[in-house]
Structures are given as structure tokens and as C-alpha cells.
């Protein structure tokens, strides 16, 4: 079955930076464009990055565009956000996804705080 573990979440201050992981399994990874989500406060899940299956193409919402990059190994099967210069509004669960799938994965918390 369809599995993502996501990993690397955590406590920093503003303008600090985190380097999420996302595990795949269970469908064939170099086929699927992912996607990485969160879910802040009070607020619907959001798209945050996106990378296409052969990892030519990247997407990003404007609120992290210029401080956020997504990348990916498909040997591997895994999908990194890094993610820098992060604010207190970056606060938030984040989850990753693959594209047409519906499965989500347990998300890792991620607090920007000083």
C-alpha cells in the first residue's frame, strides 16, 4: 500500500532553516509528480512546493517562492524540502503527497519561534 513518512520537522528560530524528508512506497515513485502541503493554525492544508516525476520541473506558492526548494531522489524514492530564511508564519504541519494519489502521509511539525 501507499506509504509517505515524513521527517526532519522541528523547533527554530526565525530566519533559521529546516530540511524536511519524505519516505515513499507502496506505487512507483519516478512516475509521480509530488507535492509537499501544510496545514497552518486555524487554516486549510495548502500547496507548498511541487516537483515534477523526472525532477525538471519545480512550482512554489508565493508566500515561500525564493526561500523554499524541493528536490528529489528517485533511487531513493524520497522528496526533500529544504527550506530557508523560514518566519513564524511558516509555522505549521507539513505533508507530502504524490500527485493523483490520495494518500497522505503523518506530516512532521514544523515551529518557527523564538
Known amino acids: 500500500q501507499v506509504q509517505l513518512v515524513e521527517s526532519g520537522g522541528g523547533l527554530v528560530q526565525p530566519g533559521g532553516s529546516l530540511r524536511l524528508s519524505c519516505a515513499a512506497s507502496?506505487?512507483?515513485?519516478?512516475?509521480?509528480?509530488m507535492r509537499w502541503y501544510r496545514q497552518r493554525p486555524g487554516k486549510e492544508r495548502e500547496l507548498v512546493a511541487q516537483?515534477?516525476?523526472?525532477?525538471?520541473?519545480?512550482d512554489y506558492a508565493d508566500s515561500v517562492k525564493g526561500r523554499f526548494t524541493i528536490s528529489r531522489d528517485n533511487a531513493k524514492k524520497t522528496v526533500a524540502l529544504q527550506m530557508n530564511s523560514l518566519k513564524p508564519d511558516d509555522t505549521a504541519v507539513y505533508y507530502c503527497?504524490?500527485?493523483?494519489?490520495?494518500?497522505w502521509g503523518q506530516g512532521t511539525q514544523v515551529t518557527v519561534s523564538s
Open positions: 503527497k504524490a500527485r493523483f494519489l490520495s494518500q
Open positions: 516537483i515534477t516525476s523526472a525532477g525538471d520541473s519545480t
Open positions: 507502496g506505487f512507483t515513485f519516478s512516475t509521480k509528480t
